[in-house]
Structures are given as C-alpha cells and as structure tokens.
C-alpha cells in the first residue's frame, strides 16, 4: 500500500529523498484478475510455450509477486525505498511530473529522466515522484529481449529460455497493473493530501488501502473484468507514448474516484447505483491493463525479430 513518504539524503549536499512506503496496487487479488484476464486474451500469435496452462498459471501468480516480496520489508532500507518508486507516478492536477514534465512528453530515459527533474527551475528528486513508466518500458524491453533470444536458442538452451520469459513477463506484468490503479499515478495518492480541496474530497490516510484492497475484494470479481478486456494492439517497437496515454487515461480516472467515494460508494454509506458505478470503474481499470499487458507482450514478440542476437 502506497502511504507515506521516508526521508534520506542523496546528490550533493543535503537534499531530502522522499520514497512512497511499499505500494500494492490493486492488492493480491486485483493484481492476480489482471492476470487472469490478460491470459484468457493472450494473442493467439505469441509462441506455443506461452500459450500453455502452465505458462499462463505462472504469470498469473507472478503477477502480484512484487508485492508479495514486500511483506515485512523494512520501508527504511534505502533498497526498499528505491525498489518502491517503480510502482507508482505522481501526476498533479495539470498533468505534470514533478511540476516540470508533461506527462505527455516523458523523456525517453530514466536517466535522462532523473537529469531533466533536476534540472528544472524548481529541482526535483525523480525518487519523490516515481518511476512507473520506465518500469513498464524497461520491461517491455527485458522481455522483447528475452523473445529475440529464444528465437536463436539452440534446442537444448529453448526450454530454459522459455522459461526466463515466462519469469519476466510475470513480473514486468505487475508494473503494467500498477499502471491502471488511479491512486498510482496521481500526487493524490492517499487521501487528497496538502492540495486544494473545494470539492471537500477524503482526507483519509486510508483511502489508498480502502479503494485498492478491502473495495475491490468484496466487489469485484473476475467474472466482471474479462469480457472487458479488449483486443490486443501492436505498438510501436518503442513504446513509451503509448505507455504516457495508458498512464494519462488512468489518471482521468482519479477525480472520479474520489467523488464516487464521496457519495458513499466505497464505504457503503451511498445508493446501491453509486457502489454499482466504483464496480464499473474498477472493472474497466482492471481490463485497461490487461488489454495493455497482451499488446506489450505481442510487440515484445513481434518486434523481436528485428533484434540483433
């Protein structure tokens, strides 16, 4: 769960690290439906090894793996904080990063990320806001890598490069879920926060938990997410835009959010119709990022074969 922020120094001088405490984005259960529902979509182009009951189980369970690592980890680590900033964006009410970066026009890098942060007129640690969209494109990346290797493996190295596939689509996908929760890429992650607040939206510290977790357990089945679940696209071989509009629709979906649980859909206070309206959002949150992670998974595959071995 996504709740807080931890101090640390980094760069020169002393500059205050701010790192969201361990997240977990839609919880055990919301992460293993995107699983489920991206495999049930699985394009039927994608290698026969990854087709399999098997292969599909496995990164179905990998899905929730990078949360599941989180539990009694020690938030104050400098490993665990930094490990954290690749689940979440804060995005502000503008739609910048950090207040410096549309969300539209990331750099292409995380490094040049990290530098173009800093050097903005108000400077900006990159470790205060996140980096989900390059946790996303970085494994993209890992497993486009992955495929171009399979394809020239020699038939005793194929089953083991069948497996490392299998692994790195499991846990990449988990950054793929994180990117559909509105709470994950918001400054409003948890409660509205220090911002302003006409419309009298949750203070609660926690909202982030309430929503991701104890709502979308007791209200949300798989059954309802699946037939949602649209048909897979082939990206561009780099796919960092598509990733800005997949993060910049999610977003959209936070003001929402706040003003269903407002009107009593989240704790039950509300009509039945507006818990019926979190449901339908949830749902189509939880199909975004399916549909998301099939079209990652076939441009990793289909533009593999561009790849030099």
């Not at 930094?82 to 539209?104: F, K, Q």
């Not at 194929?158 to 692994?167: D, E, M, N, V």
């Not at 929503?211 to 990206?235: C, H, I, K, M, W």
Request: glycine residues 6%; proline residues 6%; negative net charge.
């Amino acid at each position: 769960m996504k709740i807080a922020k931890c101090g640390g120094a980094i760069m020169a001088g002393a500059i205050i690290l701010f790192a969201h405490a361990p997240a977990q984005a839609w919880g055990l259960k919301g992460h293993t439906m995107i699983g489920q529902a991206a495999m049930a979509h699985l394009p039927a182009d994608v290698p026969a090894f990854l087709r399999s009951d098997d292969a599909k189980n496995e990164i179905i369970y990998l899905q929730a793996e990078e949360d599941r690592l989180k539990i009694g980890t020690d938030v104050d680590h400098a490993w665990a904080r930094e490990w954290s900033t690749d689940h979440y964006l804060d995005v502000d009410d503008n739609g910048m990063v950090g207040g410096a970066l549309s969300l539209t026009a990331l750099p292409e890098t995380r490094d040049s990320y990290i530098k173009a942060l800093w050097s903005a007129p108000k400077p900006t640690d990159a470790y205060s806001v996140g980096f989900l969209p390059y946790a996303i494109l970085e494994g993209y990346e890992q497993v486009r890598a992955d495929f171009a290797l399979w394809r020239v493996a020699p038939a005793d190295e194929r089953a083991r490069r069948a497996s490392l596939t299998i692994h790195d689509i499991g846990i990449f996908s988990h950054f793929v879920g994180d990117g559909s929760q509105p709470l994950h890429v918001s400054v409003h992650f948890n409660g509205w926060g220090d911002y302003p607040n006409p419309q009298n939206y949750s203070e609660s510290h926690t909202f982030h938990e309430d929503y991701e977790s104890r709502f979308v357990d007791a209200n949300v089945t798989v059954d309802q997410v699946t037939p949602l679940v649209g048909p897979s696209q082939v990206l561009p071989d780099v796919p960092l835009a598509a990733i800005e509009h997949y993060i910049l629709e999610t977003n959209a979906r936070v003001v929402p959010l706040y003003d269903l649980a407002k009107r009593g859909a989240m704790d039950g206070s509300g009509p039945p119709a507006t818990r019926a309206e979190l449901v339908s959002l949830t749902s189509d949150q939880l199909a975004a990022a399916a549909t998301m992670l099939d079209s990652l998974i076939e441009t990793a595959w289909r533009s593999s074969a561009s790849l030099k071995s």
